[in-house]
């Protein structure tokens, strides 16, 4: 006779060690190869979004810091771009090998100013932050293959707005092509995430960088605004909302100052009927709740083939269910902290106006940490194509579920918005997967997977999304003049 | 016995149909009378252009090349409607030039990213969708036809707000293609007062890009606001007046016009 005895399949905690990260108490922006305090003085906490403690002091550029980057990055810009052009790859690559080598630090720090899990921190964000600097450093002395043999120049001293949500990936990938096409840089990191972005500081010293060719000026809109308006700036980069993007498009009317805009989405999983169900669930969950759902080309519309619909969403909801929401630094944590209360009451004004639109909500039943930012992941069904929650980007861990019935459908579905960040396409029939990835006007259409990233692939939006690539040769064009 | 002339209407071109204005408003010019389009007529050839979008881009490039060889054979055939022939000589080469790009844009602009994962990923250009042209007042041809051939090129339908000084030029293109394999639709040309149509298309919310090259600083700026709301894709340039000036920077015309498409696919399990 044997004995069964119950056992408790949960985790114990595993939280990432923080001993190893040096974070001072204070951080002035960065400019001039030099930390400076705010011409005005000005600090602001950034918080831990996971227990609301302040984390550290950021000094915030106002106008006259501004100035004052711009001036030393054009005195800078000249000698930068005159460098032979493997030794302005060198310095690309030394940045990327001290991200490797600070790599832990790096994803403990981000996990910690931004709220997302560590284990996406560190196998996603950093990593592929590395990556980006290793390809364009190898561009920097092969530019003109990247045109078409074209001759080019830099177009001088370029402004980069980067979201809250990647901070130091969006950073890498603004900063790397911009310094390999022989731009100097003013970065500008979100208000609610400076800190790897100040680290980054730290690096482009560490290696040396000449003063002047990067600079991070920490602050909120009203600095990203300012960057925007000033007239020595000769291309502005953006990541954020379509919002902000088109207030940047308006300011810059009539202007020479070049423009690259990546905005937001709302983009469509299509879930087939022939898919492997299991792993488009897998790939449903990675689409909507990676990063809390704070990705800008999020799979938050999910289209479901009618005839997989029910079975689609019983595994679905069976898997959200074992998801693990909590503190950000545990290694087993799989959705972690809403990045501000400010995010939070978005999500929870969208989720609300789904509720009252008649859509049906369902919302896991787990524990949530006294303190802090949370939302539980959500699923919506019953939703119809005008809902607010079908059409605005929620940025949150809600996923709102549409049906279809033939192809043509999902396709029309799938196009029926303002946005055209990006796709999934869940089917195991190689030829329809080709046919609706070309039908699809989406700026990345993903088959069988979901949110994979890669220096050397084009990134980028259609329709209200935005325009300009990141990524590949296509991310150095936003970067240069043809001269001839 | 004197013969009297047969005088000639000029009409707007929407949607594969030679159509008056639906305002019933013209305008005159070298004892011609000419539609003067509305913002209405705008509207209308908008549509016509996102009907044919679709079909237009979902032709083969080679197909597309073909049409674009047979425009500019037709142009040519029409050379002695045009007063300065050295122009239409130009528009020509410039249609030819273009037809040959409709199978070269994806070897030029796209390509195979190898990422570090199982997957075959490609980067292909797409056409942006509709454009909307406005055409220096001159050249009035040659000024049109290097803006339109791109955009063509490119698989994208086009809606263009022609010369205000000397509109006839377009009109009569507009016949030459009228009477080539260019699809209904595909290309539309609205004559009129520039100012009025101009706004009206920069601020059609389905319209994808515009194109200006009227080099006006203060309508440029204009239509980068009215772009702002729907994050149109923008680009100003000066007119072009030569062949050269035309097909100089065709990777820049083109890509102004397109989109770049990104597809992952898995490559075993």
């Known amino acids: 006779m044997s004995v069964r005895t119950s056992i408790v399949w949960d985790y114990s905690p595993a939280p990432e060690a923080t001993d190893h990260v040096r974070l001072r108490e204070r951080y002035g922006l960065f400019a001039d190869g030099e930390f400076k305090d705010p011409s005005d003085g000005r600090y602001e906490p950034t918080i831990n979004p996971a227990t609301e403690e302040p984390i550290a002091e950021i000094g915030w ?35 990327a090998r001290l991200i490797q080598e600070r790599a832990r630090e790096l994803a403990v720090v981000e996990t910690m100013d931004g709220g997302k899990p560590l284990r996406e ?49 969006m950073a890498a990938w603004k900063l790397a092509p911009a310094l390999a096409c022989g731009n100097t840089a003013i970065l500008k ?45 000769n291309k502005i980069a953006f990541t954020g909302s379509t919002a902000v993007g088109r207030d940047i498009q308006a300011a810059l009317a009539g202007q020479d100052t070049k423009l690259t805009l990546e905005l937001g989405g709302k983009s469509a999983n299509i879930v087939f009927e022939d898919a492997a169900l299991d792993q488009a669930v897998e790939g449903i969950v990675n689409g909507i709740f990676f990063n809390q759902g704070h990705v800008c080309c999020a799979g938050s519309r999910l289209l479901i083939q009618e005839s997989v619909r029910d079975e689609v969403i019983a595994k679905l909801w069976q898997r959200m269910r074992r998801l693990r929401v909590g503190d950000p630094l545990d290694k087993n944590t799989d959705v972690g902290a809403i990045n501000s209360a400010e995010q939070l009451e978005r999500i929870e004004v969208l989720v609300a106006a789904g509720e009252e639109e008649g859509a049906t909500r369902r919302t896991i039943d787990c524990e949530l940490p006294d303190r802090g930012y949370w939302f539980a992941p959500t699923l919506f069904t019953d939703v119809s194509p005008a809902h607010r929650i079908a059409v605005e980007e929620i940025f949150g861990p809600v996923v709102s579920v549409l049906t279809f019935r033939t192809q043509a459908e999902a396709i029309e579905k799938a196009n029926n918005s303002r946005y055209g960040l990006a796709a999934g396409i869940w089917t195991d029939k190689g030829a329809k997967a080709f046919e609706v990835a070309s039908a699809l006007q989406a700026g990345v259409v993903w088959q069988n997977t979901y949110n994979h990233f890669d220096p050397t692939a084009a990134f980028g939006g259609y329709k209200e999304s935005g325009f300009g690539r990141e990524g590949g040769p296509a991310g150095l064009r936003p970067y240069l003049r043809i001269v001839r | 016995v004197s013969r009297l002339s047969v005088r000639k209407t000029y009409k707007l071109w929407i949607g594969g149909a030679f159509v008056r204005s639906e305002s019933g408003r013209y305008d005159e010019f070298g004892g011609f009378n000419f539609p003067r389009a509305s913002r209405k007529d705008v509207r209308d050839a908008v549509a016509a252009a996102r009907k044919a979008a679709k079909p237009w881009a979902a032709r083969t490039a080679y197909n597309r090349g073909q049409i674009l060889y047979r425009a500019a054979e037709a142009l040519e055939s029409s050379r002695g409607r045009f007063a300065d022939g050295d122009e239409v000589d130009a528009a020509v080469d410039v249609l030819l030039h273009y037809a040959g790009w409709t199978d070269k844009l994806h070897a030029v602009l796209g390509g195979v990213n190898p990422v570090a994962a199982p997957f075959l990923s490609f980067s292909l250009p797409e056409p942006t969708g509709v454009v909307g042209v406005v055409a220096p007042d001159a050249p009035p041809l040659l000024g049109l036809v290097a803006e339109l051939a791109p955009a063509l090129a490119a698989g994208n339908t086009v809606v263009a707000i022609l010369s205000e000084s000397d509109p006839l030029r377009g009109l009569d293109l507009a016949e030459a293609l009228g009477v080539s394999d260019v699809p209904a639709g595909v290309v539309n040309l609205l004559s009129g007062r520039r100012g009025e149509l101009a706004k009206a298309l920069g601020a059609h919310r389905d319209l994808n890009a515009i194109v200006d090259a009227a080099g006006d600083a203060d309508l440029a700026t204009e239509l980068d606001k009215l772009a702002a709301e729907t994050i149109k894709r923008t680009r100003h340039s000066g007119a072009v007046n030569s062949y050269e000036h035309a097909t100089g920077d065709a990777l820049e015309r083109l890509e102004a016009v397109t989109e770049l498409k990104t597809a992952w696919h898995p490559v075993g399990a």
Not at chain 1, 156 to 164: E, F, M
Not at chain 1, 193 to 212: F, K, S
């Open chain 1, 61 to 95: 550029a106002g106008a006259g810091d501004i100035e004052a980057a711009l001036r030393s990055a054009q005195a800078a810009q000249p000698k930068w771009a005159a460098l032979k052009p493997l030794e302005r790859a060198k310095y690309l690559f030394r940045i």
């Open chain 1, 121 to 169: 921190s560190r196998d996603v964000d950093i990593p592929l932050a590395a990556a980006h600097f290793f390809h364009y450093a190898g561009w920097a002395d092969k530019l003109h293959y990247g045109v078409n043999a074209r001759e080019v120049a830099p177009l001088g001293v370029v402004g980069q707005i980067v979201p809250w949500n990647f901070p130091l990936l």
């Open chain 1, 189 to 233: 990191p979100a208000e609610t995430t400076p800190l790897t972005a100040l680290l980054l500081a730290e690096i482009c010293q560490e290696a040396e960088l000449p003063p002047g060719v990067v600079a991070i000026l920490p602050g909120n809109g009203e600095t990203g605004a300012a960057l925007v308006r000033s007239k020595k700036i």
